[in-house]
């Protein structure tokens, strides 16, 4: 396999370095309580802060303190005078308690390290998101790592991280106060050790990579036993180049390896197998009646669940109501679905791997689907929100289109003009939602840049608006130098396959000496 030469390199430690900046702009400029369920993510993390225990799923009341800022938000106490102004609770229920505790106790832990108490409630607000930049910032690199592994070039992998700031919501999200960002890290750990075993990796250090990363998953969020079903699948599929009798017994080593880890944590984490996968803070649905007395139209679900899938994807920024233009929602998932779907017609041997790491979007596609079908039946309203679930797969999907889009194309030619337009078209796309997230949280959705606007951001972001400009300068920089590094990279010419021999060529035989 080829080696990443200097100017891949460069590309990835500058796409590595916006994509930490779009991260913490994003989190400077969404505004306090300002995407989904993040009201619950902070109340459960104050929570453990405070040693207030973890109680049963549907008996975790809000802290009254945490309730109040949230109807509050201008205020900028500190915290000990927002616990001292309201203590005790609310009989408002946080649904986060249905999860295992290991995210909140990370994230208490790291706010009792800096003295929260201390801090304004809205810096320690800042300091949890900033624990989720942290947690994201490898994405570019564990994408490149698969991609890699899955199509074998360098510069075809490097690309493909950038193809990351196409999904804004996966940025802000991943910014706020939420247990998936852990999640989505994990996720795409396991999804890079799954294209090594997919590509040929038999080390027993990957084997035990791939079973203690989904065990992890586990421990988050109950979707992450998914990643267990992911993990066990891969390994079965794998051996493939091994004679029958190696390939039982090899598969049945690496499926022990893999389930024990996942049994140990599924006990310690009972919670989470008990209540099964419930997606925190549950949506609120689009009431749709049903079109026959015995119940759901499928029809009807299906639609409403491509609709509001595909718009909370791309766009549902905020607290999924500041959307993207409806044509490139359409555009971009048409490309994506169009892309993948020709690569499969075409049945190419070579993209095996691929699908083996496109098989965990599947199944989290099939989960959510038959868990708000199952809501569906109960209550017959059909939740159209349910897009941001499949942001967990994003660095597979991302590497998968990648690999798929890789061999369709013919020329060497036609893959540098793709690299191109897929590069900086993401970026512009990064750009876009960040406009899209900014005129809806501050200008009442009217796109665009106003005096207003910019005050009123000014106002409220947590460190000033001297370190919001700092953090979007850098953005800018390294978007920009990322944009001439990518021309650097796809104008290279290929590197030829080094000569058997240092020695220049000659007419004699070359003579060796022994030593």
């Not at 996942?262 to 310690?268: D, E, L, Y």
């Not at 993948?340 to 979007?361: I, K």
């Not at 003009?417 to 949280?441: N, R, W």
Request: net charge positive; proline share 7%.
């Amino acid at each position: 396999m080829r080696r990443f030469t200097r100017p891949t390199v460069l590309l990835l430690a500058l796409t590595t370095i916006a994509w930490i900046a779009l991260l913490t702009l994003w989190a400077l400029v969404t505004p306090a309580f300002g995407t989904h369920g993040e009201v619950d993510g902070v109340d459960a993390v104050f929570r453990t802060a405070l040693g207030a225990g973890w109680p049963a799923p549907g008996q975790m009341h809000a802290l009254a303190s945490t309730r109040w800022l949230f109807e509050n938000p201008a205020d900028r106490s500190t915290v000990a005078a927002v616990l001292a102004a309201h203590p005790g609770e609310t009989t408002i229920v946080n649904p986060l308690s249905q999860h295992p505790q290991t995210f909140f106790l990370a994230a208490g832990a790291v706010l009792r390290i800096a003295h929260w108490e201390s801090l304004r409630w809205d810096h320690a607000v800042l300091l949890i998101r900033l624990v989720d930049v942290v947690l994201l910032a490898p994405l570019p690199l564990l994408v490149a790592g698969t991609a890699r592994r899955l199509v074998g070039s360098p510069r075809v992998a490097v690309v493909a991280p950038l193809l990351l700031f196409a999904v804004p919501k996966a940025a802000q999200f991943g910014a706020s106060v939420t247990l998936w960002a852990p999640l989505v890290l994990i996720a795409a750990i396991v999804t890079w050790l799954a294209a090594r075993v997919l590509t040929g990796d038999r080390s027993w250090w990957t084997s035990v990579g791939l079973a203690v990363a989904a065990a992890c998953g586990a421990t988050i969020n109950a979707m992450g036993l998914l990643l267990v079903v992911f993990a066990l699948t891969i390994v079965l599929v794998a051996r493939h180049d091994l004679r029958w009798s190696e390939t039982l017994v090899r598969r049945a080593i690496d499926v022990v390896v893999v389930i024990v880890p996942a049994a140990i944590v599924g006990a310690v984490f009972w919670r989470s197998l008990r209540t099964g996968w419930v997606p925190d803070a549950a949506p609120q649905p689009d009431p749709i009646p049903p079109a026959s007395p015995t119940g759901m139209n499928p029809g009807d679900f299906l639609n409403g669940q491509w609709n509001g899938g595909t718009a909370t994807f791309w766009g549902g920024l905020g607290d999924d109501a500041f959307g993207f233009t409806p044509p490139l929602v359409a555009g971009l998932t048409v490309v994506g679905l169009g892309v993948l779907f020709w690569a499969a017609v075409r049945a190419d041997r070579a993209l095996r791997p691929t699908w083996g790491v496109l098989l965990w979007p599947a199944l989290v596609v099939a989960a959510v689907l038959g868990y708000e079908w199952r809501n569906a039946l109960a209550d017959n309203q059909i939740a159209t929100s349910s897009g941001r679930f499949l942001l967990v797969a994003v660095p597979a999907l991302v590497a998968g289109f990648v690999a798929a889009a890789a061999s369709l194309l013919p020329s060497t030619r036609a893959r540098r003009t793709t690299a191109l337009i897929g590069g900086v078209g993401a970026l512009l796309i990064a750009a876009y939602g960040l406009l899209i997230g900014f005129s809806g949280a501050y200008q009442a959705g009217r796109v665009g840049l106003t005096g207003a606007g910019l005050a009123a951001l000014a106002g409220s972001t947590p460190l000033g608006w001297q370190v919001l400009a700092a953090v979007a300068a850098l953005l800018g920089a390294a978007s920009v130098a990322a944009v001439v590094a990518l021309v650097l990279v796809v104008a290279a010419r290929s590197t030829p396959p080094p000569l058997p021999l240092d020695s220049p060529p000659t007419v004699e035989p070359t003579q060796r000496n022994n030593p």
